[in-house]
Structure formats: structure tokens, C-alpha cells
T-cell receptor, first 114, second 112 residues
Framework: KNQVEQSPQSLIILEGKNCTLQCNYTVSPFSNLRWYKQDTGRGPVSLTIMTFSENTKSNGRYTATLDADTKQSSLHITASQLSDSASYICVVSASGAGSYQLTFGKGTKLSVIP | DVKVTQSSRYLVKRTGEKVFLECVQDMDHENMFWYRQDPGLGLRLIYFSYDVKMKEKGDIPEGYSVSREKKERFSLILESASTNQTSMYLC???????????FGSGTRLTVV
């Protein structure tokens, strides 16, 4: 069964500090991995998407890494801001005909405090 | 950028009412999806559609139906709303290669 596990479930950090969120997956055959940011009460917004051949992708202060061999990804946030407070969701897509569905992690809730 | 628009941010409906949630996308995407999101459970797929008038059940279709009469519009229907359908509903659309996968802003539905 395809699964995506995220850790930690929640995290509190001080403004200006860095943090790293983890994602482990067992989706096969792998197509791509996405990180989304979801503000409270809003829909998820895409941060990065990585395919098998990509092992790093940046979007401003967000840097995602992918190790397709160990089936792990991380999202690193640099110099956190209060606006980074949100849930971060890791989503993995399988390849192949008819693979319209994605496998979602349950998210990491990040709180950035002053 | 792809825009996925959900018609309502908040809805309050009574038990037994028929509820329509509308979703429109503006990028000619083939695939459209309806999810519900509940605390501790993450996003769960209700229905999806890969073409006009086509629909496929997701993981939790019970109590829901969908309609896709036009490519840009995908509607979720709660035939007889129940309190356990109180949730955040998210619509998404994607291109054929599934790289562009975009969510709407969500509809918070409360059934009383």
C-alpha cells in the first residue's frame, strides 16, 4: 500500500531560526514528490515539485531535497518568518497509466513564534 | 498560473439538505478532483474525473456524487447532508502529465 509519513507532527520554532521537516514514502513506481504549504482555513499551495532525477529544489527560503534511493525527502526553511506558520504537506505521485491519484502525508504543523 | 475557484469559502447547511459544491478551473485541465480534509486524517479523495462526463470513485465516495458536464467545472453533491460530512472540502485540477496540480481555496462546510 502506498504511504507517506511525515515528521514531526508539529513543531514550534523562534522567528529567524531554521528548521527541517521530514517525509518518508513507500509509493511505487515513483513519479514525483511535491511539498505544499497550507495556511489555516485555506487550500494547499505548491512550494516545490521534484522528479526522480532531481535531488534539490529551492523556492526562496524553502529548499526541498529528495533521496530516491532511501525514499526520503526533507523541506528546509531558512530564517523563518511568522508567515511561515502553516501546515506543510508532502505529496507523492505514482507513475503509470491511470495513476491519477496522489498519496498525501498528514502534514507537519509549524508554528513560528516571535 | 492555474486558477481553481471554489464558489463558497463557508457554508452552513441543515441535516438532510441537498448540497452543491462548485469548482471551476481556467487552464483546460483534463483531471479534476474532490477531497475532504479532517484533522488527523489528512486529505482523502472523494471522487475524480479525467474527462467530461467521466467520473471515478475515490477512497470515500459514500454519501457523495459528482457531475462534470463541462471541462472546466466539477461539482460535488451531497444528496442528503449529514453531520459527519462537516469538513473542509478541497477541489483540485491537474494537467495530463499531472505535474501541474493546483488546489482551490477550500470550502468549510458545517452541517447542523
Amino acid at each position: 500500500k502506498n504511504q507517506v509519513e511525515q515528521s514531526p507532527q508539529s513543531l514550534i520554532i523562534l522567528e529567524g531560526k531554521n528548521c527541517t521537516l521530514q517525509c518518508n514514502y513507500t509509493v511505487s513506481p515513483f513519479s514525483n514528490l511535491r511539498w505544499y504549504k497550507q495556511d489555516t482555513g485555506r487550500g494547499p499551495v505548491s512550494l516545490t515539485i521534484m522528479t526522480f532525477s532531481e535531488n534539490t529544489k529551492s523556492n526562496g527560503r524553502y529548499t526541498a531535497t529528495l533521496d530516491a534511493d532511501t525514499k526520503q525527502s526533507s523541506l528546509h526553511i531558512t530564517a523563518s518568518q511568522l508567515s511561515d506558520s502553516a501546515s506543510y504537506i508532502c505529496v507523492v505521485s505514482a507513475s503509470g497509466a491511470g495513476s491519477y491519484q496522489l498519496t498525501f502525508g498528514k502534514g507537519t504543523k509549524l508554528s513560528v513564534i516571535p | 498560473d492555474v486558477k481553481v475557484t471554489q464558489s463558497s469559502r463557508y457554508l452552513v447547511k441543515r441535516t438532510g439538505e441537498k448540497v452543491f459544491l462548485e469548482c471551476v478551473q481556467d487552464m483546460d485541465h483534463e483531471n479534476m478532483f474532490w477531497y475532504r480534509q479532517d484533522p488527523g486524517l489528512g486529505l482523502r479523495l472523494i471522487y475524480f474525473s479525467y474527462d467530461v462526463k467521466m467520473k471515478e470513485k475515490g477512497d470515500i465516495p459514500e454519501g457523495y456524487s459528482v457531475s462534470r458536464e463541462k471541462k472546466e467545472r466539477f461539482s460535488l453533491i451531497l444528496e442528503s447532508a449529514s453531520t459527519n460530512q462537516t469538513s473542509m472540502y478541497l477541489c483540485a485540477s491537474s494537467s495530463g502529465d499531472r505535474r501541474g496540480y493546483t488546489f482551490g481555496s477550500g470550502t468549510r462546510l458545517t452541517v447542523v
